[in-house]
């Protein structure tokens, strides 16, 4: 009885906190990142600022764990499009390549804060930066499956993407001018870092 109560807590508790995220997220896309404070969250839950210290002792924990639920997010994504994988280099990257681009463009937000650092003073935890770094593994790891043993393959890609990524979001949101661009970009990388057959 005490194990299914204290599941119930658990369970309400993590509801909140979940709310409060959702919150959070619809804020900064509505008024940006500086929209985002304490007060407007709790406003947009229906709760007293005060009693948001019970679930995050600040805002920048609140970003610190929005920042972890985006990159879990697509690590799910990605993570998912593994198996799919082509054999074929060009075939896998573009589809990495273009699920990535997909991805931002669906949630500016998102990108800004997996991407960029919007929110001044914030470094994103241990806990919540595990997610990213599994992204990234996840990257070495289809780059080793195409043959790709550049050392500075992965940066390259990172910078590439996140490059066509900012483009399409600043200069074409909701557009594909830049993400029609993405069996270029890829052809142009492999043209760099592909080993020579």
């Excluded at 839950?45 to 764990?65: C, E, T, W």
């Excluded at 929110?119 to 499956?145: D, K, M």
Aim: glycine share 8%; net charge negative; proline share 6%.
């Amino acid at each position: 009885m005490l194990g299914e109560a204290n599941a119930v807590r658990t369970r309400r508790r993590q509801d909140t906190r979940d709310e409060i995220l959702a919150a959070a997220w619809a804020i900064v896309g509505e008024s940006g990142w500086t929209g985002l404070t304490l007060r407007a969250v709790a406003d947009r839950v229906g709760m007293r600022a005060p009693s948001l210290y019970g679930h995050f002792d600040s805002k920048l924990a609140i970003v610190d764990a929005m920042f972890g639920q985006a990159w879990a997010d697509f690590d799910e994504t990605s993570a998912a499009l593994e198996d799919d994988l082509s054999p074929e280099p060009r075939e896998a990257l573009l589809l990495v390549a273009t699920s990535w681009l997909d991805a931002m463009a669906a949630a500016p937000e998102r990108h800004a804060l997996m991407n960029q650092r919007p929110v001044p003073g914030f470094t994103p935890s241990a806990e919540s930066y595990e997610h990213a770094v599994r992204v990234l593994e996840r990257l070495h790891r289809t780059l080793a499956r195409c043959g790709i043993t550049d050392p500075d393959a992965a940066d390259l890609w990172t910078a590439l993407l996140g490059g066509l990524a900012g483009q399409q979001e600043t200069n074409d949101p909701g557009g594909r001018r830049w993400r029609r661009l993405a069996p270029r970009a890829v052809d142009m990388f492999l043209g760099e870092v592909a080993p020579h057959r």
